[in-house]
């Protein structure tokens, strides 16, 4: 699962989810479920197989909002960086996508310390992070353009949600982390991610 996970999952839902769009009002009540987190494990193996093909087929696979937060609660939870919790997304029209996750800036501090953390300096402990963009994903390739940041609802340059995400996305292939809004290729053969309301459609 974890492998899986990191190939197809973070190019796309990682950057976006991280970039995480400012929640909207009742995101948090979006229900999750076992037998919804199942159906989105279900389509990640679809979607992944099917790109991995030496023909793949054309195909659209639709991902709703439900399936993915549910996804991102159960089955997606260990994957989750230490300190990031509780996340949420909302699909809307136009690859806008909404939402939330909780972030320990103390982890993020005390990473940084050296480089100086500007508004950050006074903020401490976990607090809400939100932010608001738009996905654009065609031909392949992807890019997330980062519109609005939150931190504890205080509104914040986009520098200083990069300093968070750069901090919780790190790898030791990737040890800067993420650039939020810069362009990546789309995984598993995807060609094109179209959203609507509640709903994003994956197409290979």
């Not at 193996?45 to 549910?70: H, W, Y």
């Not at 997606?76 to 939330?100: F, K, N």
């Not at 480089?115 to 402990?125: D, K, N, P, Y």
């Not at 065609?138 to 200083?160: R, S």
Request: proline share 7%; charged share 25%.
């Amino acid at each position: 699962m974890s492998g899986r996970f990191n190939r197809f999952h973070r190019p796309v839902v990682l950057a976006s989810l991280f970039a995480l769009a400012a929640a909207a009002v009742g995101a948090a009540d979006i229900p999750r479920s076992r037998a919804d987190a199942d159906q989105m494990l279900r389509k990640i193996a679809v979607i992944t197989t099917n790109g991995l093909s030496a023909r793949p087929d054309a195909r659209r696979t639709p991902i709703t909002e439900r399936e993915l937060n549910s996804f991102l609660s159960i089955h997606a939870r260990s994957e989750m960086p230490p300190g990031v919790l509780d996340p949420v997304v909302t699909i809307d029209d136009a690859g806008r996508l909404t939402g939330r996750a909780t972030v320990d800036l103390d982890e993020v501090k005390r990473a940084q310390r050296s480089e100086g953390m500007s508004v950050l300096a006074l903020l401490s402990g976990r607090v809400p992070v939100e932010a608001t963009g738009v996905l654009h994903a065609a031909g392949g390739k992807g890019k997330f353009d980062l519109e609005t940041a939150t931190v504890n609802g205080v509104p914040v340059p986009k520098t200083i949600l990069q300093q968070v995400v750069s901090y919780y996305s790190r790898t030791p292939d990737n040890p800067a982390g993420i650039d939020l809004e810069a362009p990546f290729e789309l995984p598993a053969g995807i060609r094109e991610i179209t959203t609507q309301k509640g709903q994003a459609v994956v197409v290979q």
